[in-house]
């Protein structure tokens, strides 16, 4: 949908856990190679979160960071609003652990479970806060432990993700020259079975069954996501392009979700877009769901390629299955 209140983003903030796990790292514990992985998904290392650990700590690292630079302090924060599969608690939501972190008593605290696309689908919750006159100012965060989902026996989806979180502050706005232009969302949810976790949740919660069958984790059926990823994304980078009157032509830089170097560039050639204009950081982060479009734009700033007035297009697609995209005049 267009994007009707004026909404920019104002601050932008990481936190990755300090452990580094290389290619060479999971040799040693998995049947794989440092080469294999390189060629099939373009992942390098990642960064896997202690168990001590905490979401929230993550969170709310980042979220300083993010306040900062927005010039805004927490008792200005009308709202939090958290995408994560991973919460460090399944009661509460992790946002309340921020908010108390933050010492943000007045914000209001949700946690977003859309799987990787969690960080666009909080975006549009919280323009919808702000269209409704609900927020001014809101904390937007995508934040994964994905180390704690992922079976580590299984050399399928092990090498492939990562642990991190990022925060953004989105507030109302008059300015025309630097707000979100279009948020685009959807899901297909007859296609859960592709990408679950089997156990652990009401269904069929923790039992000495689940943990013998080690189905508390994630059970991927790669190449069916890897295929709907790339129609997904493309279609979804096209929606928020006609959404917000732009062309593929008017993309300065295009920031999809971090999962895979060979669904990247699918979707980059299906949209038109060459990679000389897309970002790219897979191979230091691996896939860290929701969290991984904030990350990348963090870097792609630092990098000077994204400045005031670029144009961002940014596009995930995950878990449900479900996905999202947003045109971003940063
Ligand atoms: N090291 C070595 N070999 C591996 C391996 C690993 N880490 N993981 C799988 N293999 C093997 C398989 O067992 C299979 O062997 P076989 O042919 O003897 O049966 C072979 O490699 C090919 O497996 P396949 O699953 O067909 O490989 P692929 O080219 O599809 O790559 C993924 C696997 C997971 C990298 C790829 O499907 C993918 O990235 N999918 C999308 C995953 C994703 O991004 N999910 C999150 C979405 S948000």
Known sequence: MNSPAGVALTGLGVAVPTKVITNADLERTLDTSNDWIVSRTGIRERHWAAPDESLASLCAVAARQAMDQAGVTATELDAIILGTVTPDHRLPSTSCEVQALLGAPQAIPLDVA?????????????????????????????????????????????????????????????????????????????????LLIPGGGSLHPMSPEVIEERSQFMKMKGREVFKAAVVAMANACSEALAEAGLTKDDVDLLVPHQANIRIIEATAKRTGISMDRVMVNVDRFGNTSSASIPIALDQAVAEGRLRPGSVLLTVSFGAGFTWGAAVIRW
């Open 114 to 194: 859309a799987a990787c696309p969690g960080w666009i689908y909080s975006l549009a919750v919280a323009e919808g806060f702000i269209a409704a006159g609900r927020a001014k100012t809101v904390l937007v965060l995508g934040a994964e432990k994905l180390s704690t989902i992922t079976d580590m026996e299984d050399r399928s989806t092990a090498i492939l993700f990562g642990d991190g979180a990022g925060a953004t502050i989105m507030q109302r706005t008059e300015r025309t020259d630097r707000r979100i232009l279009s948020i685009v969302l959807g899901a297909d949810g007859t296609l859960i079975d592709l």
